[in-house]
C-alpha cells in the first residue's frame, strides 16, 4: 500500500470518496467502454514526502488495482494525477500575481526616484540655511539626521494616505474583478498588510533620504555663504544624479508601458478569433431534472419534448436546442474514442475528445455552421445506426485529406468492444474553452442514441437529456427573451430552476474577463507610471532651467533668438529621454520574456508596441520640458542680470 493514499477503489465497486484536507488531492479518471469517470481523492502527504512521489505511489496503487479485476473490464485503465492544493487552487493566477508585484515596484520605484530628487533639490536650495547652521557649530550628524527625519515624515505622511485611499479602493475594486480570480472572497487590508505596507514605506523614506542626507553633509559653507543662495550651480555630482535618477524613471515606465501594450495587443488578438459560432442574438441556460420527478427516460424525454415546442412557439424564436455542455462554458468533459484503421505512434497516449450530447436544433440555434455531411435528424434514434459529427480538428489529425463522411470510431480504449459510430456531419473550428485555448477534438452525439452508445457498463440509472444547456436563438435581444424563457419551464414544471440563464455575448465576456482585467490592471500602473515619470522629468528640467537663469539671461542679452534658448532646454529633455528609452529596450528585452504565458499569438519583442512605447515615453520627456523651456525664454534679460 503506498504511503500517501489509501485507494477507496475495490474490484467490482468504485465509489467517491472525499476527505477535505488543506494539503493536496489526487484526481483519478477510470478510463472504460463509455467514456471517462472522475473520482477526487484528498489526502494529506506525509512529511517530507513530494508530488513526484506521491504520484509514483498512486500509478503503482492503480496498477495494482486494476490487476484484480476481472478479465472482463480488463479494459479500463486509472490514470491518477497528483496535484497539490496550492497549485490546484492558485496556480493559474501565479503569473499575474508575480506581474502585478512587478507593477508596483515599478511604480514604488519611480515614486522613490521622484521623491529623492525632489529631497535633492529641496537640499540644494537651502545650501545657505546649512551652510549657517553648520558655521554656527552644527554637527553633521545633526544635519544628517534633520533631512534624514524629512524625509521619513514625508514617506510615513504618504504611507498612511496610501492606506486610506486603498481601504476606499479596495470596495470599489473588488466588485470590478472577474468572479473567476482565486479566493477573491479573502481580498481585503488586515494587520499583517497595513505593518507590511508602513514598514515598506518607512524603509523607502529612509533610502530616498539617504542620498540627499549625504548632500547636505558635504556642502562647502565657504563657497554657499560666498554665493548667497540665490543661482549658481549645484555643485559636485548632484546635477548628475539627478539625471540618472530621471533616466532610471523613464527606462522602467518604458518596461511598464510595453508590457501594457503587448496585453493590450494580445487582449485585442484574442477578441478577433473566431470562435466558430455566431454569439448574437443567442440566449443560454442551464437546468438538471432531478431523478426523483424524472426517473425514466420516457419522463426525460416527454420534458424536453414539451419544452422544446413551448419554447418554438415564443414570438422571434429562429431556433431552439440543447447539449450536454455548450461552447465556451465552464463544463468540461472528455471521453475516450478509437477511430477504425487507427495506429498509434509508439508511446502515444489516449485518444481524447469533448463529448457534448445534443438535442434539437442544436447546432443552428447556436450558429456553428456544418461544413460537410448532414444534422441529426428525427430518424436518428436508439434503434438506428449510431451517428456523430466531429469537428475538423479531429478529421484532420485522423483522416487528413480525407472525406470524413462514412468514417467510423469508437468510444473507449482500443480494448473496448463497443458499437461503432459512423461520421455523417463536419463542423468548423469551435473553440470550447475560450480564444487563447487550443482547438480540441470534438465528437457530438445525438441526445436519443447516446443510451445506446454507452455499453454494457453503464450505470443503471443513466438517463439522456436529464440536464444541460438550453440554446435558444431569436431575433429579438437575448435579454427580453430570458421572462419567455423562465415562464416556458414554470409552465412544465413550476419548481425546477434554471441557473446561469444569459446571452451568448456574456458567457463569452466572463470567459475573456481574466484577460481584459489583467489588462486594464497593469495599463493603470503604466498610466500611473507614465505620470510619476512626467512629474520627475519636469522637476529636473525646472530646477535646471532655474540655475541656468543667468546663462540664459546672457545669451539673450548678446542676441540669441528665444527660439533658441527654447530649443537648448527641450534638446537636454530629449537627450535624457533617448537615454531612457535605450535603457527601457533593454530592460523590456529581459522583462517581457517572463510574461510570454500571458501572451496570445504576440511576440513579447514585438517591434511596434516597443517602437510605440518609446516614442510615449519620448512624448512624455519633451512635453515634460515645455513649460520650463517657455518659462526661461520669456525672461527679461537686463531684469535678470540686474537681479543676480
Same mark, same amino acid.
Given at each position: 500500500?503506498?504511503?500517501?493514499?489509501?485507494?477507496?477503489?475495490?474490484?467490482?465497486?468504485?465509489?467517491?470518496?472525499?476527505?477535505?484536507?488543506?494539503?493536496?488531492?489526487?484526481?483519478?479518471?477510470?478510463?472504460?467502454?463509455?467514456?471517462?469517470?472522475?473520482?477526487?481523492?484528498?489526502?494529506?502527504?506525509?512529511?517530507?514526502?513530494?508530488?513526484?512521489?506521491?504520484?509514483?505511489?498512486?500509478?503503482?496503487?492503480?496498477?495494482?488495482?486494476?490487476?484484480?479485476?476481472?478479465?472482463?473490464?480488463?479494459?479500463?485503465?486509472?490514470?491518477?494525477? %497528483?496535484?497539490?492544493?496550492?497549485?490546484?487552487?492558485?496556480?493559474?493566477?501565479?503569473?499575474?500575481?508575480?506581474?502585478?508585484?512587478?507593477?508596483?515596484?515599478?511604480? =514604488?520605484?519611480?515614486?522613490?526616484?521622484?521623491?529623492?530628487?525632489?529631497?535633492?533639490?529641496?537640499?540644494?536650495?537651502?545650501?545657505?540655511?546649512?551652510?549657517?547652521?553648520?558655521?554656527?557649530?552644527?554637527?553633521?550628524?545633526?544635519?544628517?539626521?534633520?533631512?534624514?527625519?524629512?524625509?521619513?515624515?514625508?514617506?510615513?505622511?504618504?504611507?498612511?494616505?496610501?492606506?486610506?485611499?486603498?481601504?476606499?479602493?479596495?470596495?470599489?475594486?473588488?466588485?470590478?474583478?472577474?468572479?473567476?480570480?482565486?479566493?477573491?472572497?479573502?481580498?481585503?487590508?488586515?494587520?499583517?498588510?497595513?505593518?507590511?505596507?508602513?514598514?515598506?514605506?518607512?524603509?523607502?523614506?529612509?533610502?530616498?533620504?539617504?542620498?540627499?542626507?549625504?548632500?547636505?553633509?558635504?556642502?562647502?559653507?565657504?563657497?554657499?555663504? #560666498?554665493?548667497?543662495?540665490?543661482?549658481?550651480?549645484?555643485?559636485?555630482? &548632484?546635477?548628475?544624479?539627478?539625471?540618472?535618477?530621471?533616466?532610471?524613471?523613464?527606462?522602467?515606465?518604458?518596461?511598464?508601458?510595453?508590457?501594457?501594450?503587448?496585453?493590450?495587443?494580445?487582449?485585442?488578438?484574442?477578441?478577433?478569433?473566431?470562435?466558430?459560432?455566431?454569439?448574437?442574438?443567442?440566449?443560454?441556460?442551464?437546468?438538471?431534472?432531478? =431523478?426523483?420527478?424524472?426517473?425514466?427516460?420516457?419522463?426525460?424525454?416527454?420534458?424536453?419534448?414539451?419544452?422544446?415546442?413551448?419554447?418554438?412557439?415564443?414570438?422571434?424564436?429562429?431556433?431552439?436546442?440543447?447539449?450536454?455542455?455548450?461552447?465556451?462554458?465552464?463544463?468540461?468533459?472528455?471521453?475516450?474514442?478509437?477511430?477504425?484503421?487507427?495506429?498509434?505512434?509508439?508511446?502515444?497516449?489516449?485518444?481524447?475528445?469533448?463529448?457534448?450530447? %445534443?438535442?434539437?436544433?442544436?447546432?443552428?440555434?447556436?450558429?456553428?455552421?456544418?461544413?460537410?455531411?448532414?444534422?441529426?435528424?428525427?430518424?436518428?434514434?436508439?434503434?438506428?445506426?449510431?451517428?456523430?459529427?466531429?469537428?475538423?480538428? =479531429?478529421?484532420? #489529425?485522423?483522416?487528413?485529406?480525407?472525406?470524413?463522411?462514412?468514417?467510423?470510431?469508437?468510444?473507449?480504449?482500443?480494448?473496448?468492444?463497443?458499437?461503432?459510430?459512423?461520421?455523417?456531419?463536419?463542423?468548423?473550428?469551435?473553440?470550447?474553452?475560450?480564444?487563447?485555448?487550443?482547438?480540441?477534438? &470534438?465528437?457530438?452525439?445525438?441526445?436519443? &442514441?447516446?443510451?445506446?452508445?454507452?455499453?454494457?457498463?453503464?450505470?443503471?440509472?443513466?438517463?439522456?437529456?436529464?440536464?444541460?444547456?438550453?440554446?435558444?436563438?431569436?431575433?429579438?435581444?437575448?435579454?427580453?427573451?430570458?421572462?419567455?424563457?423562465?415562464?416556458?419551464?414554470?409552465?412544465?414544471?413550476?419548481?425546477?430552476?434554471?441557473?446561469?440563464?444569459?446571452?451568448?455575448?456574456?458567457?463569452?465576456?466572463?470567459?475573456?474577463?481574466?484577460?481584459?482585467?489583467?489588462?486594464?490592471?497593469?495599463?493603470?500602473?503604466?498610466?500611473?507610471?507614465?505620470?510619476?515619470?512626467?512629474?520627475?522629468?519636469?522637476?529636473?528640467?525646472?530646477?535646471?532651467?532655474?540655475?541656468?537663469?543667468?546663462?540664459?539671461?546672457?545669451?539673450?542679452?548678446?542676441?540669441?533668438?528665444?527660439?533658441?534658448?527654447?530649443?537648448?532646454?527641450?534638446?537636454?529633455?530629449?537627450?535624457?529621454?533617448?537615454?531612457?528609452?535605450?535603457?527601457?529596450?533593454?530592460?523590456?528585452?529581459?522583462?517581457?520574456?517572463?510574461?510570454?504565458?500571458?501572451?496570445?499569438?504576440?511576440?513579447?519583442?514585438?517591434?511596434?508596441?516597443?517602437?510605440?512605447?518609446?516614442?510615449?515615453?519620448?512624448?512624455?520627456?519633451?512635453?515634460?520640458?515645455?513649460?520650463?523651456?517657455?518659462?526661461?525664454?520669456?525672461?527679461?534679460?537686463?531684469?535678470?542680470?540686474?537681479?543676480?
Amino acid at each position: 500500500m503506498p504511503r500517501e493514499f489509501e485507494f477507496p477503489l475495490v474490484p467490482g465497486q468504485l465509489s467517491r470518496s472525499e476527505l477535505w484536507v488543506p494539503m493536496s488531492f489526487m484526481q483519478a479518471e477510470l478510463v472504460q467502454g463509455a467514456g471517462n469517470w472522475g473520482y477526487n481523492l484528498v489526502g494529506r502527504l506525509r512529511p517530507g514526502v513530494t508530488a513526484t512521489q506521491a504520484q509514483q505511489d498512486a500509478e503503482g496503487a492503480a496498477q495494482e488495482i486494476m490487476r484484480n479485476f476481472p478479465p472482463a473490464l480488463a479494459s479500463r485503465r486509472i490514470h491518477p494525477n %497528483v496535484v497539490m492544493l496550492e497549485e490546484a487552487t492558485v496556480g493559474e493566477a501565479r503569473p499575474l500575481v508575480r506581474m502585478l508585484f512587478l507593477a508596483v515596484a515599478v511604480v =514604488l520605484f519611480i515614486a522613490c526616484a521622484n521623491l529623492a530628487g525632489l529631497l535633492l533639490v529641496r537640499v540644494i536650495r537651502h545650501r545657505r540655511e546649512i551652510s549657517v547652521r553648520r558655521a554656527l557649530g552644527a554637527s553633521n550628524a545633526v544635519v544628517f539626521r534633520q533631512r534624514l527625519l524629512e524625509a521619513l515624515l514625508l514617506s510615513a505622511g504618504g504611507g498612511l494616505l496610501g492606506l486610506a485611499l486603498a481601504a476606499v479602493g479596495l470596495r470599489v475594486g473588488v466588485s470590478l474583478l472577474p468572479e473567476t480570480l482565486p479566493r477573491i472572497g479573502s481580498i481585503g487590508l488586515d494587520w499583517q498588510v497595513v505593518g507590511f505596507a508602513l514598514g515598506v514605506a518607512l524603509v523607502t523614506g529612509l533610502l530616498c533620504g539617504l542620498i540627499p542626507a549625504i548632500a547636505a553633509t558635504r556642502t562647502r559653507v565657504n563657497d554657499a555663504l #560666498k554665493e548667497g543662495g540665490r543661482t549658481g550651480s549645484a555643485g559636485g555630482g &548632484q546635477p548628475l544624479l539627478r539625471s540618472v535618477l530621471v533616466v532610471l524613471e523613464l527606462a522602467v515606465a518604458l518596461v511598464l508601458l510595453t508590457a501594457s501594450g503587448l496585453l493590450l495587443r494580445s487582449f485585442e488578438k484574442m477578441r478577433s478569433v473566431n470562435l466558430g459560432l455566431k454569439t448574437d442574438h443567442l440566449l443560454t441556460a442551464k437546468y438538471a431534472l432531478p =431523478l426523483q420527478l424524472y426517473s425514466t427516460q420516457a419522463a426525460v424525454d416527454a420534458f424536453n419534448l414539451r419544452l422544446s415546442t413551448r419554447l418554438k412557439q415564443l414570438p422571434g424564436v429562429e431556433a431552439v436546442g440543447a447539449a450536454t455542455e455548450i461552447p465556451m462554458s465552464t463544463d468540461y468533459g472528455q471521453a475516450t474514442f478509437t477511430p477504425e484503421g487507427y495506429v498509434p505512434q509508439k508511446g502515444a497516449g489516449l485518444n481524447i475528445a469533448w463529448p457534448p450530447r %445534443v438535442m434539437g436544433d442544436f447546432f443552428r440555434a447556436a450558429g456553428i455552421p456544418i461544413v460537410r455531411g448532414r444534422d441529426f435528424t428525427g430518424a436518428d434514434t436508439a434503434d438506428a445506426p449510431l451517428v456523430i459529427i466531429v469537428n475538423k480538428t =479531429l478529421a484532420d #489529425k485522423y483522416w487528413p485529406g480525407q472525406d470524413p463522411i462514412g468514417k467510423r470510431l469508437h468510444r473507449g480504449p482500443r480494448e473496448a468492444a463497443l458499437p461503432w459510430l459512423t461520421v455523417v456531419g463536419e463542423i468548423g473550428e469551435v473553440k470550447q474553452y475560450g480564444a487563447d485555448s487550443p482547438t480540441l477534438n &470534438q465528437i457530438y452525439m445525438a441526445s436519443a &442514441q447516446a443510451k445506446a452508445d454507452a455499453g454494457p457498463f453503464a450505470p443503471p440509472k443513466m438517463l439522456t437529456g436529464n440536464f444541460g444547456s438550453i440554446v435558444l436563438r431569436a431575433s429579438l435581444p437575448p435579454e427580453q427573451m430570458a421572462d419567455g424563457l423562465r415562464a416556458a419551464v414554470r409552465a412544465i414544471d413550476p419548481q425546477l430552476p434554471l441557473t446561469d440563464v444569459e446571452s451568448m455575448d456574456r458567457v463569452v465576456a466572463e470567459g475573456e474577463a481574466p484577460q481584459r482585467f489583467n489588462a486594464a490592471v497593469i495599463s493603470c500602473f503604466a498610466a500611473a507610471a507614465l505620470l510619476l515619470s512626467l512629474l520627475g522629468i519636469y522637476s529636473v528640467i525646472a530646477f535646471s532651467a532655474a540655475l541656468r537663469t543667468q546663462e540664459m539671461a546672457i545669451r539673450l542679452a548678446l542676441g540669441a533668438q528665444r527660439a533658441a534658448v527654447m530649443r537648448l532646454i527641450l534638446a537636454s529633455a530629449v537627450k535624457l529621454g533617448v537615454a531612457g528609452c535605450g535603457l527601457g529596450v533593454i530592460g523590456a528585452y529581459f522583462a517581457t520574456r517572463l510574461m510570454r504565458s500571458m501572451l496570445f499569438q504576440v511576440d513579447p519583442l514585438d517591434p511596434a508596441v516597443l517602437t510605440l512605447a518609446a516614442v510615449c515615453v519620448l512624448l512624455v520627456a519633451v512635453a515634460a520640458s515645455v513649460i520650463p523651456a517657455r518659462r526661461v525664454a520669456a525672461i527679461d534679460p537686463m531684469r535678470a542680470l540686474h537681479e543676480d
